[in-house]
C-alpha cells in the first residue's frame, strides 16, 4: 500500500496530487457532508475536508491521508453545484463582473495527528452577456461544480483576474499542500 491517500473521487485533485511524485491511492469515504450553522465559509471548507479525511485515516493510521474541498463564495455566502440550468443561469449572472472568492479546504492526518488549513483565490470574471452563459450552460460543464462554472474548463473564458493560486480554483492549493505535508514530516525523497 501507498504511504499516501487521497480521500477524493476528483479526478482533478487526482491529477493535481500527480505533481508531487510520490505514488498514492484513492478512497472515497461517502459521508453526509455536515455543515454546522452560523460556521464561516472558511471554516466550511476545512470541517468538510477533516469528514472526509477522517474515516479514511481511521483505517489507515500508518499512511498520509488527504482531504480536501473547495467552494466558491460570494458576498459571503457559499455557492454550491446548480441543481437546475435555471440555477446554473442565475449563479453566472451573479458572478458576471464581480470578484467572488474561492477557498479550499485540506486535512492531512498521519497517527492519529492532524493539520486542517485553507487557501482562498480572489477570481474576477469579465461582464457575461446572456448569450455567453446560455452557450456554457449548454456544454454541461457549469453542473458539477462549485459556483457554476470550471477555470480548467470552457468557464476559463470567463476569468478577467486571479489572485492568488490557480490551482485552487480547479481543486487543490499544490504549493501549500507541499509544504503543510513538510511540516507533517511527510518523507520526500530527495
Known sequence: MSKFILASQSPRRKELLERLRIPFDV???????????NQSPEEVVQSLAFQKALPIAKENRDCFTIGADTVVVYEQSILGKPASREEAIETLRQLSGKTHQVLTGVSIHHNGKHLNFYEQTDVTFYDLTMKEIEAYIETNEPFDKAGSYGIQGYGSLFVKEIK???????GLPIAALYRALIEMKFPFES
Do not use: L, R
Open 164 to 170: 492568488g493560486d490557480y490551482f485552487n480554483v480547479v
Open 27 to 37: 478512497k472515497s469515504s461517502n459521508i453526509e457532508e455536515i455543515i454546522q450553522p
